[in-house]
Each structure stands twice: as C-alpha cells, then as structure tokens.
C-alpha cells in the first residue's frame, strides 16, 4: 500500500477526533513533514476534504460526496469484469484516456474515471463542460458483435443510468433519444459511444458517460442542463454509490445485451421514452426531418411518422426537443 493510502486509513480512523499532527504523521510513516504536506495535497486533490490547521494538524472529514476509488473496487471485486479502474483529478478527457487505453490493447472492463475534465466532449462534436463534482467515466468494451449492432449499446446504458439514479436519489428519470437521461424537462446526462472496428467485427468501444451532480452546469436554451444537486434541492448526492451500483448494473446489462440484443431492453426504454407521441425535428446526417415520435424499434432504432401511413427510422440524429414529456410513459402505453 502507498504512503498516501497509508495517511488516508490513518486519518480516517482517526476521524471525528481531534487533529493529527504533521510530526505524528511524519514519524509514524517514517517520512518528513514536507514529505506528508505533499502527500495531503495529493489527497486534496484526488477530492478527499483533509481539513488542515497550522500548529493543529490534519482531520480527514468524511463526505458522501467523495470518489474513494478502493471501496468501489472492492465493492465491485465479485464482479471480475471491472479488473482495471483508474481515477484521475484531471485529465483532458476519459475519452481519450480509455480509447488510448483500448488502442494498447486493455481489456474490456477498464474503466477511467477523472474528478474534471478540461476538453471534454459531447455527441456531435460538441463540448461537454465537465467541472468537478460530476461523474466523468469512460468504459473500455470488446462486444464480439457486428459494428451494426453497436448503435443501440449506449441506449441500454442509458437506460441502466436512468434506472440507477431513480433508486439512489428517487428522482424519476426519462429517456431522450438516443441516450440522454432527463429530469423535469432537464437533461442530467449524456453518453458518448466511440469504437473502432473492421468490416464485420468490433476492435473496441468506449462508452463515456457524464452525469451533472454536484458540478455547476451551463444554462443553455436549446438543451437545458441540470444537476442532480438542483433537482434534489441537496448538496449531498451520493456519487460513489451511483458509480458503483451503476457499474454493478450495467455489467449484467451488458452480458444480457450481448446474448439478446436491444430487444431485451425496448419495453423498458420506450416506456421511459420522454419523445414518444411527441412532433419533433431530428437533424441527420442527411438533413432535417419532422414528424412524430410513435416508436423506438427493436435495433433501437427511433421511428418517425411523416404524415399518415408514412413512417420511417432514423439510426441516427439529434432530436430538437420540443416540449417533452416530464418522464417516461407509465406502464398502461407500453
Ligand atoms: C452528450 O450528451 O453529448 C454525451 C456527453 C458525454 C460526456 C462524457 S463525460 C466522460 C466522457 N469523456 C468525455 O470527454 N465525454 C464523455
């Protein structure tokens, strides 16, 4: 174990007591006291709050709010899956992290997660401001599939995150498609799916996720952001646990998605749909296209009706959001 994990178990233990002394410190880990105020600062850092006093010493103050890497890997160590997580204070993006990661040939289940993000990115080029307190994470996959296949992958992942934050933080979730997780009328988080592949199979994929928590979030008209922070009215959202249970979750998704494909996940998605029934326009590749919403395929795939008797499916494109659905679509449209 590292000397900075060494001081953390400490001061934890000796948390809710009085101060311990850099001198303590310093002779109990056999370092000098430079030595400990450097490796404090990197604790600051990875996000642990270690309250500091001169002539006092360090207290480590426990918050539901802090990423403490080793619990999640022990709470995830039955799941064998997950056999390499990184986390970072800052990198430029997880993105670039994890396919770099991928490139060099890293197994699936790699998972990189950063504190804040200085060039983070959205779907379609755009920007994803990612400033502490949220969870940035990317994850490395090898599915033996067809590239084809792909498309629906981040919507089950979606689809695991809506799921996951309803249990932890009680808010009702919705789904914009194709993979975005509204709250009131708010999206909360995106996912950004990049792979490389040949012909007929898949090399790689790298699922990044952002879901705003406690980070300020940019107001923005045409796609208003939200934190789970602001819809909870709360400045304690239990990050760690939504991690986890969300990375628990979303293995067995997986391993399900891998065998039956999307299929096994459209009741649930389209009945958490915010679009469907809704007159929308959808910018593709290939221009814009207006119609209403009826139906999320089997391929995930979203089906629009042009006029009567005229339907067609989009795999791809961004949905102008009109006035949304506030959530899913109740259990009685399924
Ligand atoms: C979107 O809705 O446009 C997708 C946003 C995806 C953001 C996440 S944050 C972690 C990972 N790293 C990035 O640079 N982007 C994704």
Redesign the pocket.
């Given at each position: 174990m590292s000397t900075r994990s060494l001081i953390l178990d400490y001061l934890k233990k000796n948390a809710g007591q009085t101060s311990v002394s850099g001198k303590i410190l310093a002779g109990r880990f056999s370092v000098t006291r430079a030595a400990i105020h450097k490796q404090i600062r990197g604790l600051r850092q990875a996000g642990y709050s270690i309250v500091g006093k001169s002539r006092c010493g360090y207290r480590f103050e426990a918050s539901e709010n802090i990423l403490d890497v080793r619990q999640i890997r022990s709470a995830l160590s039955a799941e064998r899956f997950y056999g390499h997580l990184e986390y970072h204070p800052v990198l430029s993006?997880?993105?670039d992290v994890a396919k770099d990661r991928a490139f060099h040939g890293e197994p699936e289940g790699t998972v990189v997660i950063a504190e804040r993000?200085t060039?983070?990115?959205?779907?379609?080029g755009?920007r994803?401001i990612?400033s502490p307190g949220g969870l940035?994470?990317?994850i490395i996959l090898r599915p033996a599939l067809s590239p084809r296949s792909i498309p629906s992958l981040p919507l089950v992942a979606a689809l695991v995150l809506c799921r996951t934050i309803e249990e932890v933080v009680s808010l009702k979730a919705g789904l914009k498609w194709p993979n975005?997780v509204w709250i009131r009328g708010k999206k909360v988080a995106?996912?950004?799916a990049e792979m490389s592949s040949e012909s007929d199979r898949v090399q790689w994929v790298v699922l990044?996720?952002?879901l705003n928590c406690l980070n300020s979030v940019p107001s923005d008209v045409i796609s208003p952001a939200g934190s789970l922070a602001d819809l909870t009215g709360s400045r304690s959202v239990p990050r760690q646990e939504i991690l986890t249970k969300f990375l628990g979750e979303f293995r067995k998704a997986y391993q399900r998605y891998l065998m039956e494909g999307f299929a096994a996940f459209r009741a649930d998605y389209r009945r958490r749909s915010v679009l469907i029934g809704r007159d929308v326009t959808v910018n593709t590749s290939t221009g814009k296209r207006r119609g209403r919403v009826v139906d999320v395929d089997g391929e995930g795939r979203l089906v629009l009706r042009l006029s009567p008797g005229r339907n067609i499916v989009l795999s791809e494109g961004d949905v102008v959001p009109g006035s949304l659905r506030q959530e899913g679509r109740g259990r009685d449209g399924d």
């Open positions: 993006s997880t993105q993000q060039s983070g990115r959205g779907r379609l755009r994803w990612s940035w994470f990317s975005d995106g996912i950004l990044g996720l952002g």
